[in-house]
């Protein structure tokens, strides 16, 4: 073989080999597959995008601040301020269920179920001019995520609101920005975080209802946060029975829910009124208390200058235009007060209104059709009731008793005027 054809040769074979290396390398990085260790992904390898962790949200009754109230203050009442306590949080919820990405999302008094995440609130100030709250984001394990104040002021054209458009909230820029940094610092957690989350709400419940079994599952460290020490076996079957048990607990947590929702809706009415003569009626006194200062400090002014002209004149041109300064601040300052008597019977209507809106709200009953078990009184003292009636449910199915469960039936929403029906009224 000539030279030439050798080299020809040699070149043809580096030229093979280069592209079965570069092929085989196209094949190994196609067939690659990532190795992962729990939530972890080995490092060079991009994970694929794993399915979002839906968490269970409980927004609390928000506490009212009626302690907190000047008695002098005419902006709102301590009725008004219980039933906004109660009609708030609801529309919390249904922003941040309809914004999506979430498991199970209701109003829950006094945490008497087991949630992911807690959102507590505070009305630091309300009124149809301005809404300021403090809202609190809280975990399962007890760590608080974080505490922010927001606030909102309107004008009179949001009580005028487009009639072809779906009615929202005057207020509900507040309730999108709250659900927009609850969503935002969600996005912040892991996975993982998130897991733990829900591991350690399912052992809570387990722990209030069978505290011999599950009472060591869970321990507090140091900083009093909770912390998973171990897990209940996969055949455990007490606990199978008590994810049944929680299951009705959500059901029951649902219907609590549509009571919320059946509230806001017969509140909405009497409240947006409420809310409209409260924006006009707190405009109007601002501009009456204005003129009334002026006018009383003028009219007073006046007064002293005619009467020191009177005084101390000898003559009678001054004394003459004295007295009239002196007529003259008297009838300014008797309009001044008379735009003061208006201002308060301003605040006596609005106050009447907040009592009137605040006076909706009425006990629910809610009747176990197959127990013939009747909750009465209000929300909470309902809830209380329902989880000790789960606790007989969960004695009886541990002790052998074949599993019931109850219908849960609500009784229609009673009118204001008819008032709280007395317990045994409400049984069937």
């Known amino acids: 073989m000539s030279p030439g054809a050798r080299a020809r040769r040699a070149t043809l074979i580096a030229v093979a080999t280069a592209a079965l290396v570069l092929l085989a390398g196209c094949q190994s990085n196609t067939r690659a597959t990532p190795s992962y260790v729990g939530n972890e992904v080995a490092p060079g390898v991009s994970a694929p995008p794993a399915a979002p962790v839906r968490v269970d949200v409980g927004v609390g009754v928000f506490e009212d601040g009626v302690v907190d109230l000047d008695p002098d203050q005419v902006e709102t009442t301590p009725a008004a ?91 509900q820029p507040i309730y999108e920005a709250i659900t927009e940094d609850l969503v935002r610092e969600l996005a912040r957690r892991s996975p993982g975080e998130i897991a733990e989350l829900r591991t350690i709400a399912q052992l809570q419940f387990a722990q209030r209802f069978a505290p011999e079994q599950y009472g060591d599952y869970l321990a507090r460290d140091e900083g009093g946060l909770w912390t998973v020490r171990r897990l209940p ?157 789960l606790r007989e449910l969960y004695a009886a199915e541990n002790a052998g008793a074949a599993p019931q469960l109850p219908l849960i039936a609500a009784d229609p929403p009673q009118d204001a005027a008819a008032g709280a029906a007395a317990p045994g009224e409400a049984a069937r």
């Not at 079957?237 to 017969?266: C, K, M, N, S, W």
């Open 81 to 171: 301020r219980r039933a906004e306590a109660h009609y708030m949080p609801q529309v919390l919820a249904e922003t941040i269920e309809r914004r999506g990405g979430f498991g199970q999302v209701r109003v829950i008094p006094r945490r008497l179920s087991e949630m992911d995440l807690w959102v507590d609130g505070r009305i630091l100030r309300s009124t149809g001019v301005e809404l300021e709250l403090a809202i609190t984001v809280s975990d399962a394990k007890g760590r608080v995520w974080y505490t922010k104040e927001y606030e909102h002021e309107v004008n009179r054209y949001v009580y005028d609101p487009d009639p072809t458009l779906p009615r929202q909230d005057p207020f």
């Open 233 to 389: 076996a996969a055949e455990d079957p007490v606990y199978a029975r008590l994810a049944d048990i929680r299951q009705r607990d959500r059901l029951f947590t649902d219907r609590i829910g549509q009571y919320y929702h059946t509230y806001v809706e017969r509140m909405t009415a009497p409240y947006d009124d409420w809310r409209r003569a409260s924006h006009e009626e707190l405009v109007e006194m601002r501009k009456l208390k204005s003129s009334e200062v002026v006018r009383k400090l003028g009219g007073a002014l006046a007064v002293l200058g005619g009467l020191a002209a009177v005084v101390a004149s000898g003559d009678g041109g001054a004394q003459v235009a004295g007295a009239a300064g002196m007529l003259g601040g008297a009838a300014l300052f008797a309009s001044g007060m008379d735009k003061g008597a208006r201002a308060r019977l301003n605040a006596e209507a609005l106050s009447e209104l907040a009592q009137s809106m605040g006076g909706n709200m009425r006990p629910h009953h809610i009747t176990l059709h197959e127990r013939t078990v009747t909750l009465s009184g209000t929300v909470e003292e309902q809830y209380a009731q329902w989880r000790g009636l």
